[in-house]
């Protein structure tokens, strides 16, 4: 048996053509959508307290009627951590969606439980920060902890087409299906672990098929205006081949495997799920044809104790102005009115906990320029972090008035005021944390 797993979504702004495309042609049994990051999910419940969002992925909306639309008829099951900080929604959403389009009703199955804000709170949990949860007080936002593949396969057992949920790990949505089709228990280490390393080539979708990949001169890749999503045939000895649908664009080559091997991965030899601490160090792969990779020697031990929890908190405002100058002599005059600024935020008081001045087109990313050539164009850039979003305004007003106090030849100012959502992470035990699936 061969299980044929793809990739609808390697975050939440993923483009829906691939995902469609492997529906309608690239044979699958499920499709499987990835669309959570720390800060994802914590902008998703700071919305949902103030009364400004569902608390699911807000792209449910757009992306989900054209996925049911392309598997239901066609038998393909769906899972998905769209749920975000409120499965509960997306269910009954999804289920609504599924009766306004006139299609045959199927089982959801929704997860609870990854919600760990009131556990973090009386734990007085340590962020890695070095911070305790109780300093955060009520600028504490979210808590959500990282879940394994253990209620997928429940959920699936119980006859569930579509699986939604929080807080999924990324690799734990593409081990639940294979857990559950090839009957592996939640202790054979050595299995989870090679399914985890399936799950982790495919979690980022276009990551592994050329769209990261690409780099003109050094990494050719045709074809990224239709990039297809990977897919993944397994095998129940977790070995897989990745490829993707035939004539789609971009490249599955052992290169672009091997960069999503190491992608986001610390100790080769232990990566931390909630399902198992995986071994990806002797994992080898193999070009087997035209985009055919063949991934094997993914291994396990024993799952960590704790879970992660991703901890959204607010922290303050960043005000931001910006300003563009061109011309001969355009780097001398934006390096002076950065000065000009970081004076005038100095002479009026400004109390400014963290402040960046770049130049873009200069020092932004390096430090420094690459090359000793003055470039043509620039623009300054100057961002402050404070207390009130009042003095977070003052910074951009202040890169507004050099409009008319010079250096000369500035314009296109921009301005901008942020609240900041910070996430931190802390672990609890994983005891402490109850899942739930219920059928819809």
């Not at 006859?159 to 639940?176: K, N």
């Not at 929890?309 to 100058?325: H, N, Q, R």
Request: glycine residues 14%; charged residues 25%.
């Amino acid at each position: 048996m061969t299980l044929r797993l793809g990739t609808g979504a390697g975050y939440s702004g993923s483009r829906v053509e691939p995902a469609l495309e492997i529906a309608q042609s690239g044979d699958v049994s499920y499709l499987i959508f990835e669309c959570l990051g720390e800060r994802t999910i914590a902008i998703a419940q700071n919305l949902r307290r103030e009364g400004r969002g569902t608390g699911f992925d807000p792209y449910l909306e757009w992306r989900m009627p054209r996925v049911l639309e392309a598997c239901l008829p066609r038998d393909i099951r769906i899972v998905s951590n769209m749920g975000a900080a409120n499965p509960d929604a997306a269910g009954l959403r999804i289920r609504e969606l599924v009766g306004e389009m006139g299609l045959k009703p199927v089982r959801i199955g929704v997860i609870h439980g990854d919600d760990a804000l009131d556990v973090v709170r009386s734990s007085d949990a340590e962020l890695d920060t070095g911070a305790r949860v109780s300093e955060l007080g009520d600028r504490l936002v979210s808590a959500s902890a990282y879940i394994g593949a253990e209620p997928i396969v429940e959920a699936l057992q119980r006859g569930a087409r579509i699986v939604i949920g929080g807080r999924i790990a990324d690799p734990s949505l593409f081990l639940g299906p294979m857990r559950f089709e090839f009957g592996w228990g939640d202790r054979e280490w050595s299995l989870l672990g090679a399914g985890t390393l399936v799950g982790h080539l495919l979690e980022c979708s276009a990551q592994v098929t050329g769209g990261y990949f690409a780099d003109p001169g050094y990494q050719e890749v045709d074809g990224l205006e239709s990039v297809g999503f990977p897919i993944a045939e397994v095998e129940p000895t977790g070995e897989a081949v990745i490829t993707k649908v035939a004539g789609s664009g971009g490249l599955v080559s052992v290169a672009t495997c091997a960069e999503q091997v190491l992608y986001e991965v610390g100790d080769p030899t232990a990566y931390l799920t909630p399902d198992v601490t995986a071994d990806f160090s002797n994992s080898t792969l193999a070009e087997v044809g035209r985009d055919r990779v063949r991934v094997r020697g993914g291994s396990g031990r024993p799952a960590p104790d704790k879970l992660k929890v991703a901890v959204g908190y607010l922290d303050g405002f960043i005000g931001e102005g910006a300003i563009s100058y061109g011309g001969p002599g355009a780097l001398a005059r934006a390096r002076l009115a950065g000065e000009i600024i970081q004076k005038r935020l100095a002479l009026i008081g400004l109390d400014v906990r963290e402040l960046c001045v770049d130049v873009i087109g200069w020092d932004s990313l390096y430090g420094r320029s690459l090359s000793d050539a003055e470039p043509g164009e620039v623009r300054l850039r100057i961002a402050g972090k404070t207390s009130t979003r009042e003095e977070a305004d003052e910074i951009g007003h202040e890169v507004e008035a050099l409009y008319g106090t010079g250096p000369a030849g500035g314009g296109g100012v921009g301005r901008s005021v942020k609240e900041v959502l910070a996430i931190g992470s802390c672990y609890i035990p994983r005891k402490l944390v109850t899942l739930e699936v219920e059928i819809l």
